[in-house]
């Protein structure tokens, strides 16, 4: 787990951005506290900043690999993990021969490339991003992981590319290689529909990232050509009922695959426990390889958002030894514009901030975790799924009587029971369903930015997805939905930053190729049935997780914040926050100020609108004014762990 930095020069002269790169490094530090190496010709600059993972004595990078007539032909700088990279190697030098010169698990992905070509990407199983520099042919080839774990950010201009794990390192290269830094107000009013900046958008409209699922080449000079290489889909089986324990079985095995491939590692493994069903699932499958397991997790003292009886009560029943870290309002408060920091653009989930606390705590005692995240993608998790089943009647009602209904609700008080139903119903999928957020209406986002546009709304960004699903039952139209919007925009933007922050490597064994390939397999009737979601995944675990957690809730890491904005915790801070903040040409504040009292007051809960803002405003005062400064620590690691 790495950050890599690099920079493609436009007329051969790459060698006059060598020192701005080595003085970008810092930026990223975090990610690799371990190692800071710079490489360079005439056409590329590479950077990297290493934590150790995998042989941490020989896998340097930038890595310079060739045959043996060319020896120093490729150039690597990889961030991630390739979890298959010992069978790789196998195949590799059986096939060809190849020559190898570490056993770390990057080596295989340049070696491959030689061999292979570009379609060694879709050979590798892991977390990704990386470049290749070819001087043979003065190209570079770059790539990300099928499901985005692991960021890639990239600029174009006149005298060169750049390309980064961090934004934070593109925006300190921007003077030298002359990039102007606007503000894109449409991905603004898209950060402020979703609760964050979906794929390919930043907040800054000369950067983007590399989507997930997809690699790219560029010649100095030329035009950045991008390709999708993976494409998830859900296949109609018609005939799963008639093998419906083939496929339970199938879940099992390929999680337990899974698992022991993600514990590889020649560094202590730990693992996030947070009471539910995939993090405990994760665990209990670890603890298999690692008698000497540990566990982690975090919540509040206030009823209701915590977990950590719960994860508790796991630990023992699975035996592993349990470390906790609970999170005051105090704690929450300090670290927020430290987090943002961390983000490079704002994502306004609150279950960042405990997250940050329980990595801390994590990276005291392991370099690598495990995780749960997307289960609920994969196999059907989310509660909402079940929204088709409770609509379906409204399916039955024609057009013109079923918009007629929706405008009926309109005219509804808010809060009246049955008031959301009609709306949901009256509107189609495509219209009413766009994640996990969702906390403006158009007209309310309208009030507090008047400048926002009805084309720039969340249909901007889910039309062409929602087009690639057409005849598909609606529960896996949603999964797709949120495979390329919450949980590549929400869910690993949280993980892989939030940890990073921490130098700590974290591991999602759900997101897996073959696990993939087990679960896109489930009709929706495998997934939301008997009064659950998930249940071909329950049934696939009856025999790894304790009982208690079984069909428990889903409840993750919850936040009190709508306790606290309306309270003493954090009215004060963010009534102080709206009022320092120069961004009011961007949104109004006397609206937002009265949004935060009417929450106050008890008025209408606006806790998820207004905690949206507060995060733009931070990240505003940081990367845009220059006014609000985190203190970013830099504490030293033990390498070996």
């Known amino acids: ?69 060319d020896p120093e032909r490729y150039i690597l700088a990889f961030n991630g993990e390739i979890y298959n990279y010992v069978e790789l190697r196998e195949e590799l030098q059986k096939e060809f021969g190849a020559e190898f ?42 790539g ?31 003077d030298t290689i002359k990039l102007p830094l606007e503000l894109d107000k449409r991905a603004l009013e898209h950060y402020v529909a979703f609760q964050y900046v979906p794929e390919p958008e930043s907040l800054h409209t000369t950067i983007r990232r590399l989507e997930s699922g997809c690699c790219a080449t560029l010649a100095p000079g030329g035009q950045l050509q991008t390709r999708r290489y993976f494409t998830p889909t859900f296949p109609i089986d018609k005939s799963a009922h008639d093998h419906e324990q083939a496929l339970i079985d199938g879940i099992t095995a390929a999680l337990e695959d899974s698992v022991a491939k993600h514990m590889r590692a020649d560094v202590t493994v730990g693992s996030f426990l947070s009471g539910g069903i995939d993090s405990t699932a994760i665990a209990a499958l670890a603890k298999r390889h690692n008698d000497n397991l540990l566990t982690f997790t975090t919540g509040f003292h206030r009823e209701g958002y915590s977990e950590i009886d719960v994860a508790a009560e796991s630990a023992k029943a699975i035996g592993v030894e349990h470390i906790v870290k609970p999170v005051t309002p105090e704690e929450f408060i300090e670290a927020v514009p430290r987090i943002i920091w961390y983000l490079d653009d704002p994502v306004a989930d609150p279950a960042l901030v405990p997250l940050y606390f329980v990595a801390r705590e994590a990276r005291k005692h392991v370099k690598v975790v495990l995780s749960g995240e997307g289960a609920d993608e994969l196999f059907g998790g989310y509660t909402i799924y079940k929204e088709p089943l409770s609509l379906a009647p409204f399916e039955k009602i024609p057009g013109p009587l079923r918009r007629g209904l929706g405008s009926f609700s309109d005219h509804l008080p808010h809060g009246m029971r049955g008031k959301s139903l009609l709306k949901r119903g009256s509107m189609r999928l495509e219209d009413r369903y766009y994640g ?29 997805i929602y087009a690639q699903s057409v005849g598909w039952d609606p529960v896996a139209r949603m999964q797709h939905i949120d495979m390329f919007t919450w949980l590549r925009g929400d869910i690993l933007v949280k993980a892989d930053r939030i940890t990073m922050a921490n130098s700590l490597e974290l591991r999602v064994p759900f997101l897996d190729k073959v696990v993939w390939e087990a679960a896109r397999k489930l009709p929706y009737d495998m997934k939301i049935t008997h009064g659950t979601s998930k249940w071909a995944l329950r049934e696939a675990l009856k025999t790894i997780v ?96």
């Open 101 to 142: 010169h570490t056993t770390g698990d990057g080596e295989p992905i340049v070696v491959g490339f030689h061999y292979w070509g570009e379609d060694v990407i879709t050979r590798l199983r892991g977390m990704f991003a990386f470049l290749i520099w070819d001087t043979k042919t003065r190209t570079l080839f770059m």
């Open 436 to 464: 996990n957020a969702r906390s403006f209406t158009f007209e309310q986002m309208h009030e507090l930015m008047p400048w926002v546009s009805p084309e720039w709304d969340h249909q901007d960004v889910t039309a062409d």
């Open 546 to 641: 304790p009982p208690h957690v079984l069909n428990r809730k889903k409840l993750g890491f919850p936040v009190p914040i709508r306790h606290w904005l309306a309270g003493p915790e954090m009215y004060d801070w963010a009534r102080t926050l709206i009022l320092e903040s120069e961004a009011e040409h961007l949104f109004d504040k006397t609206a937002l100020l009265s949004m935060l009292d009417e929450h106050k007051d008890g008025v209408m809960d606006h806790s998820r609108r207004i905690w949206t803002m507060l995060c733009f405003i931070i990240w505003h005062g940081i990367f845009v004014e220059d006014r609000i400064h985190p203190e970013i620590p830099e504490p030293q690691y033990p390498v070996e762990l």
């Open 144 to 174: 990300r992981d099928p499901f985005g774990i692991k960021p890639l950010y990239y600029c174009l201009t006149e005298h060169g590319a750049v390309f980064g794990s961090e934004k934070k390192c593109l925006l300190s290269l921007a």
């Open 1 to 69: 787990m790495c950050g890599l930095l690099g920079i493609l020069a436009t007329d051969g002269k790459a060698a006059a951005y060598a020192d701005a790169v080595t003085a970008a490094l810092p930026h990223m530090r975090h990610r690799g506290p371990d190692e800071h190496l710079t490489w360079h010709n005439q056409d590329v600059v590479f950077g990297f900043t290493r934590l150790s993972i995998i042989d941490i004595k020989n896998a340097h990078q930038p890595m310079v690999w060739g045959t043996a007539d």
